[in-house]
């Protein structure tokens, strides 16, 4: 078994070099424990990610926390991640805190400008990346269908959604097929394999500890929250509920939430314009850990309109704090029953049912983002129970248009990447505006 500093310094390595989203995350993890160091083998690597996928919140980065759990018990997990979100956040503040100070200089702003119409490809993007792996039944497509016209035309709130094809789900198991994220690869035995097989009592040791450290984080989560929404009031308040609620439904990765997120934190709340929503979406692209680091961009702009620069530092990250403390609550309570977990048929159908809808979702939070980048005007009409978001096409920005279709030649057909798409666009963006003004 490694020691934990080797341990430690692998999980500082993949903290820094975690871009991509997800699934780059989840192969640097591969590459690290698997191939390189043959810690963990590919069959459990596998088995681990299918309970993570299982849990709301970043699976690459309970993952990684399940993963230095096996290895090191609780000490190993709160490590492994810990590190995977540490670099992320310190490289999102300082971002943040550059937006908020020189976002108004025309360089910037035409930088923001083109990260921003790159951003809408992005998204679709992981629409057709969930869409391939989720969409494998007739049911799955009925129930992506139901929930894009639940959420677009009759505002139904998104945990709702969630909740609800989770039920569908777990009741109709057949009817829905969960994506597979590989198959295992046969190979030498890994040094975790060999540590169990000679010491098959390990596990038992290391979950009395791990219900222990899964209860304090569950503590250290919902104390807080409690003492600044019975005590303190206010927008700390409202970011710790808020994000809090967002812990716990954000079944289908980050984009699936963020359409919910942006309509509360946007129409709701009042803490910053579709704009900037699309602006932080294309920082936390940029910045290595898991894409829901977005809600820090939120939480600041919460802080910042309320109090300035102290209290958007204080608010992002109490954000972060309430997004990853369930994190770890939810691995550490998790694990002991993992096997249990990984076998239910009804809990797989859940987890297949709710990547069904969130192509639903992803879709929805497509056009919302796509409207408010293309064009300038965009109104609401209501008719009855139902709301359309229709766009004055005069109002269509041919920049934007052009811009978000050379982020999408940039990524579909030159298949450049993540970050050179996004430096390729912010550039051309930049030029754009500052000859065109």
Request: with cysteine; glycine share 10%.
């Amino acid at each position: 078994m490694p020691s934990f500093g080797e341990a430690f310094k692998v999980w500082l390595k993949v903290g820094l070099l975690s871009f991509g989203g997800p699934a780059g995350q989840i192969a640097l993890l591969h590459r690290e424990v698997v191939d390189d160091r043959n810690w963990v083998s590919d069959a459990r690597f596998l088995h681990a990610l299918n309970f993570c996928a299982l849990l709301p919140g970043p699976e690459a980065q309970q993952l990684a926390t399940y993963l230095g759990w096996l290895m090191h018990g609780v000490r190993g997990g709160v490590a492994a991640g810990a590190l995977f979100v540490v670099p992320g956040v310190v490289v999102m503040l300082g971002l943040t805190l550059l937006y908020v100070t020189f976002g108004e200089v025309p360089a910037v702003a035409a930088l923001f400008f083109g990260l921003k119409c790159a951003v809408l490809v992005l998204v679709v993007e992981a629409l057709l990346r969930v869409a391939r792996r989720a969409l494998k039944t007739n049911e799955a497509w009925a129930l992506a269908a139901t929930a894009f016209l639940a959420l677009y035309l009759f505002g139904v709130p998104f945990p709702i959604v969630v909740l609800t094809a989770a039920v569908i789900g777990y009741f109709a198991p057949g009817a829905f097929k969960a994506g597979a994220h590989g198959s295992a690869k046969d190979g030498p035995p890994a040094v975790l394999d060999a540590v169990l097989a000679a010491d098959p009592e390990r596990p038992a040791r290391f979950a009395a500890k791990a219900w222990r450290a899964g209860w304090i984080a569950v503590a250290l989560w919902l104390v807080p929250v409690a003492v600044l929404m019975l005590i303190v009031g206010g927008v700390f308040a409202d970011v710790a509920w808020f994000f809090s609620k967002m812990a716990v439904v954000t079944v289908g990765g980050a984009y699936a939430v963020l359409a919910y997120v942006a309509q509360e934190a946007v129409q709701s709340y009042g803490w910053l314009t579709p704009e900037q929503m699309l602006v932080g979406l294309g920082l936390a692209e940029t910045t290595p850990g898991p894409l829901i680091l977005v809600l820090q961009f939120v939480g600041f702009l919460a802080g910042y309109g309320a109090g300035g620069l102290v209290w958007g530092v204080l608010a992002s990250l109490l954000t972060v704090w309430v997004t990853f403390a369930p994190c770890f609550a939810f691995i550490f309570l998790g694990a002991p029953y993992v096997e249990r977990l990984h076998s239910n048929r009804e809990l797989t159908g859940a987890l297949a049912a709710v990547t069904a809808a969130v192509v639903g979702v992803i879709a929805n939070l497509a056009l919302w983002f796509g409207l408010r980048v293309l064009f300038a005007d965009v109104g609401r009409w209501e008719i009855g129970p139902l709301g359309l978001d229709v766009p004055r096409l005069s109002s269509l920005d041919p920049v934007a248009l052009a811009l978000a279709a050379l982020a999408a030649v940039c990524l579909f057909w030159l298949r450049l990447g993540l970050l050179r798409t996004l430096g390729i666009t912010a550039a051309v963006g930049l030029v754009a505006k500052l000859v065109l003004g």
